[in-house]
């Protein structure tokens, strides 16, 4: 079964740093999800990649996807206190369009120290 | 902007008890979810729901739950007899073909279920 991990496990950052997180998947990623989580709460989403070399932004956010499609990280530039948050991967399982169920890494915890 | 809705956002039941939850998910979405997130672990799928009826389930979606789409809006996640494992928080998700062909899924806010 497809796993996915996450790096760091958390994340501790003064703001306006530029931060990196990470997810690598076991097998050949169909659709790369990005969420936040704020504890306790739902998950907001952020965006989404299908294709090899494959980058998306929103706002300060950047997200990527390797051209092997087993990596993707996250970046966000000169980051605020409202990114703080649990930053989710998820996987479709079964390939792109196909309404498949998503697989999670574990969360990466960012805070971000004003 | 369209989202998902879950109702209650929490719920404290006995052990034993049935609970129903409720969810709203977006009207022109086609693909409906459960997911559950124990405290302190990873998001892990439920069951998905299509052209009304289950998709994929995992092997947490025992015969203790059902899922039913009563009415065309609603989608709800039946607990027959709850235990206190079943404490976690419940998401709902609903998907639809995004401008490029693909699946967007989108969660609502989460129903905290408390076995007691």
């Known amino acids: 079964s497809q796993e996915l991990e996450q790096s760091p496990q958390s994340l501790i950052v003064q703001e306006g740093k530029n931060l990196t997180i990470n997810c690598t998947s076991s097998?050949?990623?169909?659709?790369l999800y990005w969420y936040k989580q704020k504890y306790g709460e739902g998950l907001i989403f952020l965006m989404m990649?299908?294709?090899?070399?494959e980058e998306k932004s929103h706002e300060k956010i950047t997200a990527k996807l390797d051209e092997k499609k087993q990596q993707s990280s996250l970046h966000i530039t000169a980051s605020q206190p409202s990114h703080a948050g649990i930053y989710l991967c998820?996987?479709?399982?079964?390939?792109f369009g196909q309404g498949g169920k998503l697989i999670f890494g574990q969360g990466t915890e960012l805070s971000v120290k004003p | 902007e369209p989202e998902v809705t879950q109702t209650p956002s929490h719920q404290v039941t006995q052990m034993g008890q049935e609970v129903i939850l409720r969810c709203v998910p977006i009207?022109?979405?086609?693909?409906f979810y459960w997911y559950r997130q124990i405290l302190g672990q990873k998001v892990e799928f439920l069951v998905s729901?299509?052209?009304?009826?289950?998709?994929?389930k995992s092997e947490i979606f025992d015969d203790q739950f059902s899922v039913e789409r009563p009415d065309g809006s609603n989608f709800t996640l039946k607990i027959r007899s709850t235990k206190l494992e079943d404490s976690a928080m419940y998401f709902c998700a609903s998907g639809g073909r995004g401008l490029a062909g693909y699946n967007e899924q989108f969660f609502g806010p989460g129903t905290r279920l408390t076995v007691l």
């Open positions: 729901f299509y052209n009304n009826e289950i998709s994929e």
């Open positions: 998820g996987a479709d399982a079964r390939g």
């Open positions: 990649l299908q294709k090899g070399g």
């Open positions: 009207s022109n979405h086609l693909y």
């Open positions: 097998k050949t990623l169909y659709g």
